[in-house]
């Protein structure tokens, strides 16, 4: 199975600032890396596709990038709205498996 | 714009059978080659996927719940559904069916249903 580590677990932004969240896994996965924005009582939404490609409707300060075993998932210009938890999720291999979820926290 | 949609009982007690159904609509269920997942999550907890199965019935599992697990597909019904044996607290979570295409780049999950949260207590 592999692991997904992201980092950090929480992290408190202000709005405008740039936000980096990173997942590493425990071994290599291509580019089979897709990111997660869950809000309260809401189910997870698609963010971004293996590794860096956009997703229809998701606001363009949302981007991804990495390959092999590292990954980054960069927000430019935080806004109120991106309160939320985010996941990456890897399906390179079975069992499909997702980070421990990245908390962020608007002051 | 395929949509899911959660169904079935919220309480179940220790040691009996969760059942849930996951329905389709803005599609057929048996058109296309599709992964259709369920993935749970317990309150304030990261997500687990539980195992899928295809269009044309093959399934795959989390070794973690294979042994108590059963993902089966009714086209007539453009159904999917779950059961899990002996359940215990530990499987208390908000269930979630999702979808993806199956095949080379379209491995991500989207869509999701808006989930269905499962108690199992006595």
């Known amino acids: 199975e592999i692991a997904l580590n992201q980092s950090p677990d929480f992290q408190s932004v202000t709005p405008k600032e740039k936000v980096t969240i990173t997942c590493r896994a425990s071994?290599?996965?291509?580019?089979?890396l897709h990111w997660y924005q869950q809000k309260p009582d809401q189910s997870p939404k698609l963010l971004i596709k293996?590794?860096?490609q956009s997703i229809s409707g998701v606001p363009s300060r949302f981007s991804g990038s990495g390959s092999g075993t590292d990954f980054t998932l960069t927000i430019n210009g935080l806004e109120a709205e991106d309160a939320a938890t985010y996941y990456c999720h890897q399906s390179n291999t079975l069992p499909r498996t997702f980070g421990q979820g990245t908390k962020l926290e608007i002051k | 714009q395929v949509q899911l949609q959660e169904s079935g009982p919220g309480l179940v007690k220790p040691s009996q059978t969760l059942s849930l159904n996951c329905t389709v609509s803005?599609?057929?269920?048996?058109?296309?080659?599709?992964?259709w997942s369920w993935i749970r999550q317990p309150a304030g907890k990261g997500l687990e996927w539980i195992g899928h199965i295809q269009t044309s019935g093959s399934t795959n599992y989390n070794p973690s719940l294979k042994s108590r697990v059963t993902i089966s597909i009714d086209t007539s019904k453009n159904q999917f559904s779950l059961k899990l044996s002996s359940v215990t607290a530990t499987d208390t979570a908000v269930y979630y069916c999702a979808s993806n295409v199956a095949g080379p780049g379209t491995a991500h999950f989207d869509p999701w249903g808006r989930g269905t949260l499962v108690t199992v207590s006595s």
């Open positions: 803005g599609g057929s269920i048996g058109s296309g080659d599709y992964h």
């Open positions: 071994q290599s996965i291509g580019t089979s």
């Open positions: 293996y590794a860096s």
